[in-house]
């Protein structure tokens, strides 16, 4: 990759000269797969990824519209079976027959040549894809939901009731959201009689998900914890009547040639995902307040209808986000879509323009998964508490996207200010949880900048009365050399006149939040492009 004036721009170099014919279409798409794994990994925008060929250089855009064709691209290759890593051998004239030609993926800098072969973004797909006991699909589907929700919360093939019993194919825990899916990828045969074939391949794929699912919530309302695919206790789950089930299957392997069904299958509303909805969804929605509160508007909608016909859950979504994330109050008796809905949907100006400013909003994410990782690796401070740790994890992985722009943005502003002096800053989130960021000198002892992060949270709360929720993040003042996380997190619903005095009493003496300057900001989740109204 180069990092260039326009962004963070990967490479693909080829051997072959172009010729009059140009690039072929796989290696268009080979590129366009490159972006967009850097955009998914790294969090930053990719106008365009270069194809290197030996007599010139080609521009590839990454536009909306190219983003949609790699993610069908890659459902028709699941749906296909084609996911394994088959090293294909391509016969060349004069240049040793039989020998198998690689595609390289280039890494450098400004300042470096462009030679050697990357495997940095490679290595991380398939360190992503290498769960034990998934098929293709199923490691598809956990990969995004590690990426949308976060790992310390979804679990590959939980147990049931017992070691020799799968639970399901994937479980998400955001208490108090639980989020099951069941995933059955399976061939539809081509026969003279399609229907029987239709019939046969809903049951399998859909009827027995939709029964595993059912199975799976048994369990869980039951059970106090998640058991890990290995035996080993994983989180706490939520209790009635807090628990919130959500419960998704996904049919892979008819190709786009069976309608799917939807709705109640005996016991409660499941989701029917195909290949190709899943993709667009786990990305468009990709955190669990932004999926799950899909979910439940939309199983709202569709159980009022008495008739869906052959609608599409991308078409769905289209409603949904351009009814201001919400579907009509009045839904129509029955429900018939074009085919086109979403393709121009994305197309518009604005639309493409949330994608954009949506970039600085990853910074939280990576932010969240640091985190995560010292939870995982038990690299916690002594003191640490994990599950402390871990409810204020949770916090900060409840924001919806549009929250995380406006953290991952003022986070950065202050990490990026803490290289010039020490300081502390206070943020109201779009969500109404309040967030304390401190920065101390590099050489302060750690045991004194988390008292000071606590008591700095517990003045937030008495400065903001509507909020119950306060998470503070500490660090040290910015530099290359590294640094340390600390995490605290305040809930405290109940507000008594005896605390806001101790606040008082605190902020004298200490001088926490006495005279900092409140600025107030206005985002448009569909920034206005130029010409073109902004989406409410």
Not at 194 to 222: C, F
Not at 454 to 480: D, M, W
Request: net charge negative; aromatic share 6%.
């Amino acid at each position: 990759m180069v990092r260039t004036e326009a962004g963070t721009i990967p490479i693909e170099v080829k051997s072959r000269s172009c010729g009059a014919r140009g690039p072929y279409a796989g290696e268009v798409a080979q590129v366009a797969a490159y972006c967009l794994l850097v955009e998914d990994s790294m969090g930053v925008a990719v106008p365009y990824g270069l194809l290197q060929l030996a007599d010139r250089e080609i521009r590839v855009p990454f536009t909306p519209e190219r983003r949609a064709k790699v993610l069908a691209l890659l459902a028709k290759m699941v749906a296909a079976g084609q996911c394994e890593d088959i090293p294909r051998q391509r016969g060349k004239q004069g240049n040793d027959a039989g020998r198998a030609e690689r595609s390289r993926l280039v890494v450098v800098t400004e300042s470096a040549p462009r030679e050697g072969v990357g495997k940095l973004i490679r290595n991380r797909a398939e360190e992503n894809m290498m769960s034990e006991g998934l098929n293709d699909a199923e490691k598809i589907v956990f990969t995004l939901c590690k990426r949308s929700f976060l790992r310390l919360w979804s679990y590959a093939n939980p147990q049931g009731k017992n070691s020799s019993k799968e639970l399901c194919d994937v479980l998400v825990v955001c208490p108090p959201d639980v989020i099951i899916f069941s995933v059955k990828e399976i061939g539809l045969k081509e026969s003279d009689r399609p229907d029987v074939e239709m019939t046969r391949w809903l049951k399998r794929a859909v009827e027995e998900s939709a029964n595993q699912i059912y199975g799976a919530e048994r369990h869980v309302r039951s059970s106090a914890n998640v058991v890990c695919a290995d035996g080993t206790p994983g989180m706490e789950l939520p209790k009635p009547p807090d628990l919130r089930v959500h419960r998704v299957a996904i049919a892979a392997g008819s190709r786009g040639k069976v309608p799917l069904p939807l709705g109640d299958f005996g016991k409660g509303f499941v989701h029917v995902f195909d290949e190709m909805s899943t993709l667009i969804l786990l990305s468009e929605l990709n955190s669990v307040t932004d999926f799950v509160e899909y979910l439940t508007a939309k199983e709202a909608f569709c159980s009022s209808m008495k008739y869906l016909s052959q609608v599409r859950e991308e078409d769905l979504l289209t409603i949904y986000l351009h009814g201001g994330r919400k579907f009509p109050d009045d839904p129509p008796d029955v429900l018939s879509i074009g085919d086109e809905l979403w393709d121009g949907f994305i197309a518009r100006p604005e639309v493409k323009a949330k994608k954009e400013a949506d970039q600085i909003s990853y910074v939280w994410d990576r932010l969240i998964d640091q985190i995560t990782s010292d939870v995982l690796n038990d690299n916690m401070e002594p003191g640490s508490s994990p599950s402390n740790t871990e409810r204020a994890l949770r916090v900060m992985a409840r924001e919806d996207r549009f929250s995380r722009r406006v953290l991952g943005e003022a986070f950065k502003e202050f990490i990026d200010e803490s290289v010039q002096h020490p300081l502390a800053r206070m943020l109201c989130s779009p969500s109404g949880v309040v967030y304390v960021f401190l920065a101390h000198p590099r050489d302060a002892r750690r045991d004194i900048r988390q008292m000071e992060l606590q008591n700095r949270c517990f003045v937030a709360r008495g400065l903001h009365p509507q909020a119950t929720t306060v998470v503070g993040i500490a660090t040290e003042q910015y530099s290359k050399e590294g640094h340390s996380l600390d995490l605290a997190l305040h809930h405290q619903p109940e507000w008594r006149e005896e605390h806001q005095e101790m606040v008082k009493k605190m902020q004298e003496s200490l001088g926490y939040f006495v005279n900092s300057r409140q600025t107030k900001q206005s985002v448009d989740e569909y920034p206005n492009t130029e010409g073109v109204p902004a989406s409410e």
